[in-house]
C-alpha cells in the first residue's frame, strides 16, 4: 500500500518561499505521474502542478512561472518549489499519485477523484 507524506509547509509573508516534499513509500509509485493539488478553507481541491515519468510538467495558471515541481527518483521523493507566493495561496496541500500508477498524468479535474488516486494527509501553507 503506497505512503505519501508531505512536509515543508508553514507560515510565510507574501513574496516568500516555500519548498514541499513529498516521500512516497512501499511502492514504485515515485517513478510515474505525480502531482499536487491544494485546498483552501471552504474552497475545491485545485491541482497545482504534475510531473510524469518522463520528467514532463503541468501547471494551472494560477501558479505558472511561479511554483516548479521536481522529482528524486533516489530519493523517492516529489518537490513543489514556490516563490513569490501569494495569500490565495495559503490552503492544505497534498501528494497526489493515481491508483496503480500511470507514466502520462491523468487530465488536472481527475487528479482529485479519490477513487482514482492516492495522497498523504497534507502540509498547511499560510501566507500573509
Known amino acids: 500500500h503506497v505512503q505519501l507524506v508531505e512536509s515543508g509547509g508553514g507560515s510565510v509573508q507574501a513574496g516568500g518561499s516555500l519548498r514541499l516534499s513529498c516521500v512516497v513509500s512501499?511502492?514504485?509509485?515515485?517513478?510515474?505521474?505525480m502531482g499536487w493539488f491544494r485546498q483552501g478553507s471552504g474552497k475545491e481541491r485545485e491541482v497545482v502542478a504534475s510531473?510524469?515519468?518522463?520528467?514532463?510538467?503541468s501547471y494551472a495558471d494560477s501558479v505558472k512561472g511561479r511554483f516548479r515541481t521536481t522529482k528524486d527518483n533516489a530519493k523517492t521523493t516529489l518537490y513543489l518549489q514556490m516563490n513569490s507566493l501569494k495569500p490565495e495561496d495559503t490552503g492544505m496541500y497534498y501528494c497526489v499519485v493515481p491508483d496503480g500508477g500511470r507514466w502520462s498524468c491523468p487530465d488536472f479535474d481527475d487528479f482529485v477523484d479519490p477513487r482514482l488516486n492516492h495522497w498523504g494527509q497534507g502540509t498547511q501553507v499560510t501566507v500573509s
Open positions: 510531473i510524469d515519468g518522463n520528467g514532463f510538467t
Open positions: 512501499n511502492s514504485r509509485y515515485h517513478e510515474y505521474c
